[in-house]
């Protein structure tokens, strides 16, 4: 009779690094890289001795004194103002829009075309238009901003609509569910993983199109701060500004990122 070899029994609930283990190395890990590129503009900084390069330190410090002095506080408001309303519009007219491309072929084939030219399209091409129709005012900026960000949320909007796996509305149907109760409880649904990505890309481009906006028509909010510095050639201040308008865009996006996981959980 040949033996068996006893068995070794499995360790039972070993199965890896945890998830929040995991988050908090690559949490340590991103601020290990910021803080090596801060070291190395420093160094630069200080190194190099070049009017359009100051030292990290030297920024951080103008950053805090044009908070202190209340100089950027009120173009804060304004930028934020115009990227909240425009980002709005882009969501609501770029949701529509997408599911409605996503369900009908004809209004895809219709519109596919004019949407995908003007997501290519520089959207300053635009400026001497909106500004000779609405002036210096709030409706220019706004404008810009929805011209960056409206397009790729209707593009993936649609696809994520597309997508829908077939049994699942055959099954729908078969219930006897209505066209809207399919939209709402399956179509959209499904699509939501797409839909956030391209929530996500609006975002990153709509602030893009509020610094453009800002910059180059209205001259006013951040983007006009910063256009004013580098007119006169104040580099501390040009970075100072450049440096927060990296971290205002971070929030965005890391507050885009929690929406993302938040309405995605159940789909893993």
Do not use: C
């Not at 400026?127 to 593009?155: E, K, N, Q």
């Not at 049994?167 to 699509?191: E, H, N, Q």
């Amino acid at each position: 009779m040949t033996a068996v070899a006893p068995t070794r029994p499995k360790p039972v609930g070993v199965i890896g690094p945890s998830k929040g283990v995991s988050t908090f190395f690559e949490t340590t890990s991103s601020w290990w890289g910021i803080l090596a590129l801060l070291l190395i503009w420093e160094i630069a900084g200080q190194v190099a001795d070049l009017v359009w390069l100051p030292p990290v330190t030297e920024v951080i410090a103008t950053l805090w004194q044009l908070f202190v002095d209340g100089v950027i506080q009120p173009h804060l408001g304004a930028s934020l103002w115009s990227l909240f309303v425009g980002f709005s519009v882009s969501l609501v007219v770029g949701l529509i829009v997408g599911t409605l491309m996503g369900l009908s072929t004809t209004i895809n084939s219709a519109l596919d075309i004019f949407v995908n030219a003007m997501l290519f399209t520089p959207a300053l091409i635009f400026a001497p238009i909106l500004f000779a129709v609405f002036g210096l005012s709030d409706v220019t900026r706004i404008s810009v901003v929805v011209l960056y960000a409206m397009f790729i949320i209707i593009i993936n909007t649609a696809e994520g609509v597309r997508n829908v796996d077939d049994p699942l509305l055959d099954m729908a149907a078969s219930f006897g569910a209505s066209r809207w109760t399919a939209v709402r409880r399956i179509i959209l649904p499904s699509a939501y993983p797409l839909i956030i990505a391209g929530l996500r890309l609006g975002a990153g481009r709509a602030v893009k199109g509020m610094i453009n906006g800002e910059m180059f028509i209205a001259l006013i909010g951040l983007g006009g701060l910063s256009a004013s510095y580098g007119k006169s050639l104040q580099f501390p201040e040009v970075w100072a500004m450049a440096l927060f308008i990296m971290i205002v865009a971070i929030i965005i996006n890391q507050g885009v990122s929690i929406i993302e996981r938040k309405l995605t959980a159940w789909y893993d």
